[in-house]
């Protein structure tokens, strides 16, 4: 089972980097546990602390105390490199729920689905509105509707349409997980065997 | 209706298609490691189940273990801990594990196609982004999350959508000193870090084909870091010749001559010059004799000290990496030790040559390659990842620069920190003797 997903209404972190990596999303080093949790300790671990690793980098948008909610909003091309699920496992264990960006890599898009976190794609220009509104206004909220497949900005009504397919969206929405759906076709795969091997 | 050869390897194992257009795709072979395998099994044990078809996956040990005496317990706990829970659950499910100090042992991506594991029209998997590499010898394989491992580990299936597709045709000769690694950084720094995102990519053209089997997975390997979900090359002689062995219907794969690509890129083989990347993609690469460009992104100059418009020859080196799934290949070696055959490594720089798996490290000392390095100052280590990801004890310092013969120049990937830059063999060889970024060409017969 993955959390469920519906709507979301919450105020938003901007990061406003393109192609930003998984190896920063989560550096290798923290690769180490063999269970899920904890990751988001060490999210975006050497952007957040100084060069020594253990003072917050007041720079750094999650330190800044004016931004905050289950939203992050992040520039173009957004988990691309490694393959690394924990990168997905930090961000929903930090306390995301969904990630904006105008891109998204094709792994982690995979991998945030597989783990109720919503990676959604916007267009550019809805994605540099919604940072500006961020920039004038730190506690403006954005209105997540899943069903509906829309995004809006509530202090300005501005609203987006976005794409997700139809199969990942019923998981989302009813928090099914493809494990045991795929189990459930064992006979389906067993035939596809039996018909295909030499 | 003609097809391309990624749609026909790809239909052909479609199980089912969902609404919307996913389909649930059959996995002819698995590979794991210790890094994105453990959660994945406890998923399994979590909800009662077991593996579906323990045969079709083979485990190594690779991204956490150190390269040097391997014969020792790991020093590091929580790595250790890895490579024990990776024994513990592939005794339990009866999956054949080739661990540290195993003749088969090595990196994934090295010794899946050099055991005759990976083969022409298969489907493959792995939780590891490079897992593209496989690619090379005509199968559609490519890098997925630890909840795909979990779904191939209890049906043998995952659900993923189609990719588009492309083909990146290569043709013409390749110039003087110019490997197949300048060729995947020419095209990635072509088409940016993200150009190939959502497709799956055929490479083709006389260029690609004239490449050894060697050159061809680090062509595919580096398909990823262009963001294309993985690369193929169709199978020839030199891919039969490579496995030892031809089937039938491996003659069969290859792309219909009619049919139609989603996207397509031509380049010139003759453009290719030997690679350097400067800065913290993949895709900010440029000729060795070349200039950063002058809208160079801002952040990634701060990270590595380097200015829009300057070249890089002659910027101070202190560590060298010859290794990884890129370039961890007898070949790398053997063009390595050619290069370095005679000379002596530069007293800056500190080097780390990294055979790709025990075959390698056994054919390096059995053609004298170790010798010549030994000569030259170089030590051969034993095989693993070493350096590409610092995950183990093989760190570049921060600030310090590390030309690199692996996959990925990220802020800090190969430690806090240190700066990457990305290069092929002769690059690195001429980095490695001069002790800094050095026209390979100036100074080697290529």
């Not at chain 2, 790991?74 to 513990?88: F, N, P």
């Not at chain 2, 630890?146 to 959508?161: F, G, H, K, P, R």
């Not at chain 2, 595919?220 to 010749?241: H, L, S, W």
């Not at chain 2, 491996?250 to 996207?263: P, T, V």
Request: hydrophobic share 40%; aromatic share 8%; glycine share 10%.
């Amino acid at each position: 089972m993955i959390p469920k997903f519906t709507t979301l209404t919450s105020c938003a972190v901007p990061l406003p980097v393109e192609n930003i990596d998984t190896d920063q999303i989560i550096p290798a080093r923290f690769l180490k546990a063999t269970e899920r949790a904890g990751f988001g300790d060490n999210l975006f671990r050497d952007w957040r602390y100084a060069a020594d690793g253990t003072l917050p980098n007041p720079d750094f948008p999650l330190n800044n105390p004016c931004y905050k909610g289950q939203i992050l909003v992040a520039g173009r091309n957004f988990g691309c490199g490694s393959s690394r699920e924990h990168a997905a496992w930090a961000l929903a264990d930090y306390g995301f729920r969904v990630v904006v960006s105008s891109f998204f890599a094709d792994i982690f898009r995979g991998n945030a689905l597989n783990n109720g976190l919503l990676p959604l794609q916007v267009g550019n220009e809805f994605l540099a509105k919604i940072f500006s509104e961020i920039a004038d206004n730190p506690a403006a909220e954005l209105e997540v509707n899943l069903e509906n497949q829309t995004i809006t900005i509530l202090s300005n009504g501005l609203s987006e349409h976005f794409e997700i397919d139809a199969y990942k969206k019923k998981c989302l929405l009813n928090g099914l997980d493809d494990v045991d759906y795929l189990v459930s076709l064992a006979p389906e795969i067993k035939n596809y065997e039996l018909c295909n091997t030499k | 209706m003609a097809k391309t050869l990624i749609d026909k390897i790809w239909d052909a194992h479609t199980i089912r298609t969902e609404e919307g257009g996913r389909c649930v795709l059959y996995i002819d072979r698995q590979y794991i490691h210790e890094v994105t395998s453990p959660v994945a099994f406890a998923g399994l044990v979590s909800r009662g189940i077991g593996v579906a078809r323990p045969a079709q996956i083979t485990a190594t040990a690779d991204h956490n273990i150190p390269t040097e005496n391997q014969h020792l317990p790991i020093a590091e706990e929580q790595s250790r801990k890895q490579v024990e829970t990776l024994t513990e659950n592939c005794a339990a499910h009866g999956i054949e594990l080739f661990g540290v100090g195993h003749p088969q042992q090595g990196i994934v991506h090295i010794i899946g196609p050099e055991q005759g594991l990976t083969q022409p029209g298969m489907t493959i998997i792995c939780g590891d982004s490079h897992t593209s590499t496989h690619g090379a010898l005509g199968a559609i394989a490519f890098g997925v999350g630890t909840s795909e491992v979990e779904m191939a580990l209890a049906s043998q299936c995952i659900i993923q959508s189609k990719p588009l597709t492309m083909r990146i045709l290569v043709n013409g000769e390749l110039t003087r000193g110019v490997e197949a690694k300048d060729v995947i950084l020419y095209i990635i720094s072509q088409i940016s870090a993200s150009g190939g995102t959502g497709y799956f990519i055929e490479f083709a053209g006389t260029c690609v084909r004239s490449l050894s089997m060697e050159g061809r997975l680090t062509l595919c390997n580096m398909a990823i870091e262009c963001g294309a979900r993985g690369g193929i090359i169709a199978p020839d002689e030199v891919t039969f010749k490579y496995l030892g062995r031809v089937e039938p219907q491996w003659r069969d794969l290859y792309s219909d001559s009619d049919a139609a690509f989603d996207k397509e890129y031509s380049f010139d083989a003759a453009d290719i010059l030997p690679m350097i990347t400067w800065g913290t993609n993949p895709g900010e690469g440029i000729a060795i004799d070349g200039k950063i460009p002058a809208d160079a992104d801002p952040k990634a100059l701060s990270y590595m000290g380097f200015e829009a418009g300057h070249q890089v020859i002659g910027t101070p080196v202190d560590y060298v990496f010859v290794g990884s799934c890129t370039n961890g290949r007898i070949e790398d070696l053997r063009l390595f030790a050619s290069l370095v055959h005679g000379r002596r490594k530069a007293e800056n720089v500190v080097a780390w040559i990294v055979p790709g798996s025990k075959k390698v490290e056994r054919q390096a000392r059995e053609q004298g390659l170790e010798r010549i390095l030994n000569e030259a100052g170089f030590e051969l280590r034993q095989p693993g990842c070493s350096a590409c990801l610092a995950m183990n004890a093989d760190k570049v310092p921060a600030g310090k620069l590390c030309v690199s013969t692996s996959n990925r120049n990220f802020e800090g990937r190969q430690g806090p920190g240190a700066r990457t830059m990305l290069s092929g063999i002769a690059v690195a060889a001429a980095a490695a003797v001069t002790g800094k970024i050095t026209d390979p060409r100036k100074i080697f017969q290529l």
